[in-house]
């Protein structure tokens, strides 16, 4: 039963609440939060430790004529219930549903799109600049978890912030975990804030101001609000010293006092940041245990919080644990994670080899320079960073790594689609965006075992190498003792008949779909090689050249865009080779693919079996069957 909250159709129906309603509708939320997310699985853990947080943000401004710009915006789910998506809440991450992040198309009140962490605070700079110019009074309200403040980008803002704009509140979302548990610098000194008998002696005399919300006017409401934040002013260095004014820390879980902190903070001519102390989890004790597991998951069991166990490895455990094979005999290895040990997997190689594990906090591009330096001094540093995410790499990969040819290697999971996360997290460009840099070697495992076995050629290149797999299980094959170094560049020609019409150059876990073809083609009479192509650079230019010459059409399959991909780098040998054998390319159009069902986006996208095989037959001039 959530009478409340079914009565919430935009923002302006929080507003006519009283405290207790509020309190409810925080009860409400949470409820529905935890029977949905159980069928559909998604951020529970940041979103339970919002509520309260956001139903006084939407208490206290006016969406979408203010702004609210939510980091990583993995926490805006109580934001999309609040804000007329009631009614498709439990569609969130279903194909056709809500997206599980913010996306300016979905709705006027989500005034930015992200899912990368890091972007709250310049984007938000930037439209509170836009306003300034523009002489508008509206809000801008940036809130950001205490991870978010170990990327870059938002020290980069922090830095810039005061010189730009006296109207603009940033909200600190300390809940003291990333997805694991926040590392660095910058969580101990946010820890040190917290635990000072100071804050505590301070807050409980802030607490006793705070009075029932409603009844009173609106002079009277802002005084009380002005002195019941005031009280809990707390002299933070930094930020004080980046020009910003720091209140807090508050408690994020009490209405009325954040109620009448926002509405003091929205008087202030001066930039301020609010830091907020949350329980993420809180209010479903599974969740309050185990932060970690529930920071995003699949689905679970709403009542216990259990989830099915996989029957088998996944590609990132692969990863970590031959990786932590490996290094058991190499003293050169080192693992290195931008706050993904959990992810990547490797708190499995932590386990083994905690002295040779590196979490440097959200910061992909310090990761890669980090990694760099090492590479300096003999270590050959493996980079486990989802594909997606090492976009933020890029310029040191290019500035840093390749142009000194450093033995660096990235291991990117998720190099394919994400799922159900959506656009932000596709891993679909990194054969484009690492394909045109000289030294680096791109290369893509078919199974467990090459997995392995690739790593291990990573570990022999004196070099920058890439390793790219996908998401969740492979066909799982076993993966041998030993693994054995691929030499570079080179093809595995798996089927061929000595005469075949068709070549099929697989990259990577499109092996099954290339197989499939291959059999479908024969029952059709038409004799087709298999090759499973491994690098996407340097590619096999002797294969396919000799396919090109011997085959009457070359079929390219890859789980990446089509545009710079390994397609286009097999028609660029054929260019170059002065030879014309026409290429079906197989792969993701030049758009950006929604979330959804991986099968189903295939079929949608055309990334099929299927689709490949409608071309070539008309290609051959075979007749459609069927
Ligand atoms: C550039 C980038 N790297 C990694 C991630 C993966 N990621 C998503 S949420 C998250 C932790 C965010 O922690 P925090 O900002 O404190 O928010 P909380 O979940 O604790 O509310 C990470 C590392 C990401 N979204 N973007």
């Given at each position: 039963?959530?009478?409340?909250l079914?009565?919430?159709h935009?923002?302006?129906d929080v507003?006519r609440?009283s405290?207790?309603?509020l309190?409810?509708l925080?009860?409400?939320i949470?409820?529905?939060l935890?029977?949905?997310l159980a069928?559909?699985?998604g951020?529970?853990?940041?979103?339970?430790g919002v509520?309260?947080?956001t139903?006084?943000?939407?208490?206290?401004?006016?969406?979408?004529?203010?702004h609210?710009?939510?980091?990583v915006?993995h926490?805006?789910y109580?934001?999309k219930?609040?804000?007329?998506?009631?009614?498709?809440?439990?569609?969130?991450?279903t194909?056709?549903g809500?997206?599980?992040?913010?996306?300016?198309?979905e709705s006027?009140?989500?005034?930015?799109?992200a899912?990368?962490?890091?972007t709250a605070?310049?984007?938000?700079?930037?439209?509170?600049?836009?306003?300034?110019?523009?002489?508008?009074?509206e809000?801008?309200?940036?809130?950001a978890?205490?991870?978010a403040?170990?990327?870059?980008?938002t020290q980069?803002?922090l830095?810039?912030i005061?010189a730009?704009?006296k109207?603009?509140?940033?909200?600190?979302n300390?809940?003291k975990?990333?997805?694991?548990?926040n590392?660095?610098a910058?969580?101990?000194?946010f820890?040190?804030?917290?635990?000072?008998?100071?804050?505590?002696?301070l807050y409980?005399r802030?607490?006793?101001?705070v009075?029932?919300?409603?009844?009173?006017?609106?002079?009277q409401?802002?005084?009380k609000?002005?002195?019941?934040?005031?009280?809990?002013?707390?002299?933070?260095?930094?930020?004080?010293e980046?020009g910003l004014?720091?209140y807090?820390p508050?408690?994020?879980?009490?209405?009325p006092?954040?109620?009448?902190t926002f509405?003091?903070?929205?008087?202030?001519?001066?930039?301020?940041l609010?830091?907020?102390?949350?329980?993420?989890?809180?209010?479903?004790?599974?969740a309050?245990?185990?932060q970690k597991?529930f920071?995003?998951?699949g689905?679970?069991?709403?009542?216990?919080?259990?989830?099915?166990?996989?029957?088998?490895?996944?590609?990132s455990e692969?990863?970590?644990?031959?990786?932590?094979?490996?290094?058991?005999?190499?003293k050169?290895?080192?693992?290195i994670?931008?706050?993904?040990?959990?992810?990547?997997?490797?708190?499995?190689f932590r386990a083994v080899?905690?002295?040779?594990?590196?979490?440097?906090g959200?910061?992909?591009?310090?990761?890669?320079?980090?990694?760099?330096?090492?590479a300096?001094?003999?270590?050959v540093?493996?980079?486990?960073?989802?594909?997606?995410?090492l976009?933020?790499g890029f310029?040191?990969?290019?500035h840093?790594?390749?142009?000194?040819n450093l033995?660096?290697v990235?291991?990117m999971?998720?190099?394919?689609l994400?799922?159900?996360?959506?656009?932000?997290?596709?891993?679909?460009f990194?054969?484009?965006?690492l394909?045109?840099?000289p030294n680096?070697?791109?290369?893509?495992?078919?199974d467990?075992?090459?997995l392995?076995?690739?790593?291990?050629?990573?570990?022999?290149h004196?070099g920058?190498?890439?390793?790219?797999?996908?998401?969740g299980?492979g066909p799982g094959?076993?993966?041998k003792?030993?693994?054995?170094?691929i030499?570079?560049g080179?093809?595995e020609l798996?089927?061929h008949?000595?005469n075949?019409?068709v070549?099929?150059f697989?990259?990577?876990?499109?092996?099954?779909?290339?197989?499939?073809?291959?059999d479908s083609?024969?029952s059709e009479?038409?004799?087709?090689?298999v090759?499973?192509a491994?690098?996407?650079?340097?590619?096999?230019?002797?294969?396919?050249?000799?396919f090109?010459?011997?085959?009457e059409i070359?079929?390219?399959?890859?789980?990446h865009v089509?545009?710079?991909?390994?397609?286009s780098?097999v028609?660029?040998?054929?260019n170059?080779?002065?030879?014309?054998?026409?290429?079906?390319?197989i792969?993701?159009p030049?758009?950006f693919?929604?979330h959804?069902?991986?099968e189903?986006?295939r079929?949608?996208?055309?990334?099929?079996?299927?689709?490949?095989?409608?071309q070539?037959?008309?290609q051959?001039?075979?007749?459609v069957l069927?």
């Amino acid at each position: 039963m959530t009478p409340i909250l079914d009565a919430i159709h935009s923002p302006a129906d929080v507003k006519r609440l009283s405290l207790a309603e509020l309190n409810q509708l925080a009860e409400e939320i949470r409820g529905e939060l935890i029977t949905v997310l159980a069928r559909t699985g998604g951020h529970l853990g940041p979103n339970l430790g919002v509520v309260e947080l956001t139903i006084a943000m939407h208490y206290v401004f006016d969406t979408p004529t203010d702004h609210f710009l939510f980091d990583v915006s993995h926490q805006a789910y109580v934001h999309k219930l609040l804000t007329g998506r009631r009614d498709r809440f439990s569609t969130i991450r279903t194909p056709g549903g809500l997206n599980g992040f913010m996306l300016r198309t979905e709705s006027e009140h989500d005034c930015y799109g992200a899912g990368h962490a890091g972007t709250a605070l310049s984007a938000a700079l930037g439209m509170a600049v836009a306003r300034d110019r523009l002489g508008g009074k509206e809000h801008v309200v940036a809130l950001a978890g205490d991870a978010a403040f170990t990327c870059g980008i938002t020290q980069e803002a922090l830095n810039n912030i005061a010189a730009q704009t006296k109207r603009m509140i940033i909200v600190l979302n300390d809940n003291k975990w990333s997805i694991d548990k926040n590392v660095g610098a910058i969580a101990t000194y946010f820890n040190k804030i917290v635990t000072s008998p100071q804050y505590h002696r301070l807050y409980e005399r802030a607490a006793k101001l705070v009075e029932k919300v409603g009844g009173k006017s609106a002079a009277q409401a802002a005084r009380k609000a002005e002195e019941a934040a005031k009280s809990m002013l707390w002299p933070s260095i930094i930020f004080e010293e980046l020009g910003l004014k720091y209140y807090g820390p508050a408690d994020g879980h009490d209405i009325p006092s954040l109620i009448r902190t926002f509405q003091f903070l929205k008087t202030l001519d001066r930039p301020v940041l609010l830091h907020v102390i949350t329980q993420k989890g809180r209010g479903f004790e599974p969740a309050e245990e185990k932060q970690k597991k529930f920071h995003g998951l699949g689905p679970y069991n709403p009542e216990t919080g259990e989830t099915k166990p996989l029957a088998q490895r996944t590609y990132s455990e692969v990863f970590a644990d031959s990786l932590a094979k490996l290094a058991t005999n190499d003293k050169r290895i080192v693992a290195i994670t931008a706050a993904m040990p959990n992810g990547t997997a490797l708190d499995r190689f932590r386990a083994v080899h905690p002295d040779k594990y590196y979490d440097v906090g959200i910061a992909e591009e310090h990761a890669v320079l980090f990694a760099a330096g090492m590479a300096t001094k003999g270590f050959v540093p493996f980079c486990a960073i989802y594909s997606t995410f090492l976009q933020r790499g890029f310029d040191p990969i290019v500035h840093d790594v390749c142009l000194q040819n450093l033995p660096v290697v990235f291991c990117m999971d998720r190099g394919s689609l994400s799922g159900d996360d959506g656009p932000t997290h596709h891993g679909l460009f990194d054969i484009s965006f690492l394909r045109g840099i000289p030294n680096i070697i791109h290369m893509n495992p078919k199974d467990e075992d090459e997995l392995a076995d690739m790593l291990y050629t990573a570990l022999q290149h004196n070099g920058p190498s890439a390793v790219r797999y996908p998401r969740g299980v492979g066909p799982g094959t076993a993966v041998k003792d030993q693994p054995v170094a691929i030499p570079i560049g080179q093809a595995e020609l798996l089927e061929h008949t000595g005469n075949d019409r068709v070549a099929i150059f697989s990259l990577g876990s499109m092996l099954p779909m290339a197989r499939e073809i291959a059999d479908s083609l024969a029952s059709e009479g038409v004799p087709a090689a298999v090759i499973n192509a491994r690098f996407a650079k340097p590619i096999d230019t002797e294969m396919i050249g000799q396919f090109a010459r011997s085959a009457e059409i070359l079929v390219t399959l890859e789980d990446h865009v089509l545009a710079g991909g390994f397609g286009s780098a097999v028609l660029e040998e054929l260019n170059r080779q002065g030879l014309s054998t026409p290429v079906v390319r197989i792969g993701w159009p030049d758009q950006f693919i929604e979330h959804g069902k991986p099968e189903d986006l295939r079929k949608k996208y055309g990334v099929t079996a299927e689709a490949a095989l409608t071309q070539l037959r008309q290609q051959l001039g075979i007749p459609v069957l069927g």
